[in-house]
């Protein structure tokens, strides 16, 4: 089997430092810690008084209590943070994609999760956003995509 790269992942780690104007970064444009203390003398001493050690690899027991007090019926053991995005991504593909599925996916996107699916030996069947439609989604392409082996990347409900 044969390795995908993540192409953008590829050319923002490549290029990201370099250019003058990044167009492929998503996040916000970083600050100095001094902006974030906004001269508050307390705060910098708050923030010189953070003890810096190996956090819950879960999440805050704290912030997955407040998180799970959002929906009915979960609790701590229903939540998992994860430190972004790609890892979430990669917890949800390996935890639902068995062999044999496919995975049914739209295009134009982030194509992370194409790459995961790709390189974890999976087929991807891509379905279409319509530009000439205003970027609607073509529903006669997703249902030509979804077939008896894709399985449907969503979480079965809790409780």
Partial sequence: ???TPFDLERIQSVWEQVVDYNLTESGVH???????????????AELLAT?????HVNGIPALRQNIAGLYDGAGVENVLVTVGAAEANN????TLMQPGDELATQTP?????????????????????????????????????VNANTTPLLPPPIG
Avoid: C
Avoid at 51 to 55: G, T
């Fill in 30 to 44: 970083p600050l100095r810690l001094e902006e974030l203390l906004g001269g508050d003398e307390g705060k910098l």
């Fill in 51 to 55: 003890e810096i050690n190996y956090p």
């Fill in 109 to 145: 996107t982030y194509k992370q999760v194409w790459g995961l699916a790709l390189n974890a030996g999976h087929v991807v069947r891509p379905f279409h956003m319509r530009a000439d439609a205003g970027w609607a989604l073509d529903l006669a392409d997703l249902d030509a995509q």
């Fill in 1 to 3: 089997m044969s390795f």
């Fill in 91 to 94: 917890i949800v593909m390996q």
